[in-house]
């Protein structure tokens, strides 16, 4: 299948290859790895309509340069990453599990006890580049929880299929699922 959709995100249009994940449900694939234009205006968009916060924090590895970029525009110089697997320079690791849309298999996230200790009590923003299913950012949300953080918002820039109906997410533009033949699921 060598669909695309096209969709204006933050300004920037773009056109999402449409990838199938089963033989009934397709995915419009959005990565923002290398795309500069798109997550410098992504990020300044979402910055416009985040909530007061002390610290931001996202998963690996598709919300990196979005969280990169919000921290430099914002001037803040410290931001923290839940792993996939554990670091060696990391200790006092948390972990939980997370079944994604976009991965097959159940994986594990971790964070450093060392960005849980300055959490604690600490005003936390969730970040993610898409929000579908809301199992990553919900197992986020596990680990800063069980930091002692307070989570004050979560956001991506899109929101995909039932997600664009919650109340518990910011986000930048809905992004539809599709059918096994890559056409939009109204």
């Known amino acids: 299948m060598n669909k695309t959709y096209k969709m204006t995100i933050a300004g920037c249009e773009r056109a999402l290859p449409i990838c199938k994940a089963s033989d009934t449900l397709s995915i419009g694939a959005f990565v923002i790895f290398g795309d500069v234009e798109l997550t410098v205006a992504a990020a300044a968009a979402l910055l416009k309509i985040a909530p007061e916060y002390d610290y931001m924090v996202a998963p690996e590895a598709k919300a990196i340069p979005l969280i990169h970029e919000m921290a430099r525009q914002s001037g803040q110089n410290e931001y923290f990453l839940v792993r996939k697997a554990p670091k060696l320079y990391m200790n006092g690791v948390f972990e939980t599990t997370v079944q994604s849309i976009t991965t097959k298999a159940e994986q594990k996230l971790y964070m450093d006890g060392a960005d849980a200790e300055k959490m604690k009590g600490k005003r936390i923003l969730l970040l993610d580049d898409v929000i579908s299913t809301g199992e990553s950012i919900a197992a986020v949300?596990?680990?800063?929880?069980?930091?002692?953080?307070?989570?004050?918002?979560?956001?991506?820039?899109?929101?995909?299929?039932d997600a664009a109906d919650r109340d518990d997410i910011l986000f930048l533009e809905k992004l539809p699922l599709f059918d096994g033949e890559g056409n939009p699921i109204e």
Do not use: K, P, S
Not at 141 to 161: D, S, W, Y
């Open 141 to 161: 949300e596990t680990l800063v929880n069980q930091a002692g953080g307070i989570v004050v918002g979560r956001m991506a820039i899109l929101a995909e299929g």
